[in-house]
């Protein structure tokens, strides 16, 4: 029998000729949630340039030095020496004949650098690996004090002083550092006799500039307190930073273009020319979040004070070492920021330690929280892979920050009300149409971000992602028992 005897409907495949297809607008994968931008308060910004005042800043801060790696033995130039505040204001031959003076030297895991009580008067300096600084506490035990990574320094101290050292300082992986003992500074004083009492009137100087100040390097404000009379009134003032950090707004741009035939022609049921835009603007505001956590000029990243840095203890991110970001950025912390694979590595360390974080409800959309800040995911915080093809596995860094203006906190700028404006500081313009018929619209979006004072920002860095806890006994035992076995 014919298959057209047995056919006794006309078919869907032929039906659907005649029917109307719902569509959906074009989806595409690199959109997020980008909750940075919605939880960063917005300022605005007149005449595309921001200024933060500061108080004056008496005492220079101590910044990381630049280890060169890449030249075969580590190096660096000798005036990145001024990083470290003891010798910020050392004669120009004494800086760089002491850069001159260091060594390289290789230790083992596991060996101590400094011993709390002896006089071992060396200065390092950390090119590669980590160490950690003890001290004995009330009760006798080591403490912990400070884990210092790449580019930070110690001994700096006793190498001037000639005290046996107070603190324990020993290394947690293999390290390389570069150092100079008290003998090697005191050749380079023989070798210049005329600026050893310059050498000890820059220490000297230092040593009472830091009893002038407080722990944030600014002056301290004379008062009086009590109930005695006749006390006289001490006379004060705060002095402003005779150089205040201005930011200017940065733009992303890019250019639409749209075939006039396609938008006349084809514009049901959706809009051509608003779906371009729309999808265009999706990829500007990535980039926007993208440029205000990496970007070198004015990114989260690269804002951090060298002292609100902290490194992991054992490459995974434990809840210590978040309680220890928190400690840092204490004063009103909004939230962290982290890659998802941060987060994922943070639950597995609070499930191993049995205390599994709580989760809140964030624009809809549940987030775990540690001590009651929410850990807001974001993949622009990217991750450090030695695997080209696997960009999952590696380290990278965790954010605390507490934000607004009325806080001393990190803000986020921009200029709304620009000529062609779309949304809030994007604007979108015509630029014409070519003589294809093209037409082409620019679309420019102003921002920038702007950290108020150092601590409002702090960073917990070498984040360990690829770490996993082993189960398997645990998982065997269950799996037997389940069996009656």
Same mark, same amino acid.
């Given at each position: ?19 109307? %297809? ?28 921001? +200024?933060?005042? +500061? ?14 790696? %890449? ?90 002083? @000639? ?123 990535? +980039? ?24 992991? +203890? ?80 590696? %380290? ?20 709304? @009300? ?68």
């Amino acid at each position: 029998m014919s298959d057209y005897l047995l056919q006794r409907s006309v078919t869907t495949a032929v039906a659907r000729n005649l029917a109307n %297809t719902t569509k959906t607008s074009p989806k595409m994968m690199s959109i997020t949630p980008r909750w940075l931008l919605g939880m960063l308060p917005w300022v605005q910004v007149e005449g595309g340039t921001y +200024r933060v005042n +500061r108080t004056k800043v008496e005492l220079s801060k101590a910044e990381r030095i630049d280890v060169d790696l %890449t030249a075969g033995a580590p190096a660096f130039p000798p005036e990145a020496l001024r990083s470290v505040p003891l010798f910020s204001k050392l004669p120009d031959a004494i800086v760089k004949r002491m850069a001159n003076r260091f060594k390289i030297e290789e230790i083992s895991l596991g060996n101590n650098l400094l011993v709390e009580g002896e006089d071992r008067t060396k200065f390092f300096i950390i090119a590669q690996g980590q160490v950690e600084v003890l001290s004995k506490g009330a009760h006798g035990s080591d403490l912990r004090i400070a884990l210092l990574t790449e580019g930070e320094f110690f001994g700096e101290r006793d190498l001037v002083s @000639g005290k046996p050292s107070d603190v324990k300082v020993r290394t947690i992986t293999p390290c390389v550092f570069l150092t100079v003992s008290r003998k090697d500074l005191d050749l380079v004083l023989q070798e210049l006799p005329n600026f050893a009492s310059e050498f000890q009137n820059a220490i000297d100087d230092h040593l009472e500039l830091r009893s002038t100040v407080n722990r944030y390097g600014e002056r301290n404000i004379d008062l009086v307190s009590g109930f005695a009379e006749n006390v006289e009134i001490p006379e004060t003032f705060v002095d402003y930073s005779p150089t205040p950090r201005e930011y200017s707004l940065s733009s992303v741009q890019t250019v639409v273009r749209v075939h006039t035939r396609v938008s006349d022609l084809y514009n049901g049921p959706f809009n051509q020319l608003e779906e371009q835009m729309r999808l265009t603007v999706e990829g500007i505001k990535e +980039r926007q979040e993208w440029e205000l956590i990496n970007s070198s000029k004015f990114g989260l990243l690269h804002s951090v004070d060298p002292a609100m840095r902290i490194s992991t +203890r054992y490459g995974a991110p434990t809840p210590d070492d978040l309680d220890e970001l928190l400690a840092m950025v204490w004063k009103k912390p909004a939230f962290f920021l982290a890659h998802p694979k941060a987060i994922a590595a943070i639950e597995r360390e609070c499930t191993w330690r049995g205390v599994p974080p709580v989760t809140t409800v964030l624009f809809g959309t549940p987030v775990i929280t540690w001590r009651g800040v929410p850990l807001i995911p974001c993949d622009k915080l990217e991750i450090a892979s030695r695997f080209d093809s696997n960009r999952w596995l590696g %380290t990278t860094s965790i954010l605390l920050l507490r934000v607004g203006e009325a806080d001393q906190g990190v803000v986020g700028l921009h200029q709304s @009300g620009i000529p062609g404006e779309i949304m809030p500081s994007l604007s979108a313009r015509l630029m014409g149409v070519d003589s294809l018929g093209v037409a082409s619209y620019l679309l420019t979006l102003y921002f920038s971000c702007a950290v108020l004072t150092d601590d409002a920002l702090g960073v917990l860095e070498n984040v360990e992602v690829g770490f996993y806890h082993n189960y398997e006994s645990r998982g065997h035992k269950g799996f037997e028992q389940g069996l009656g076995i």
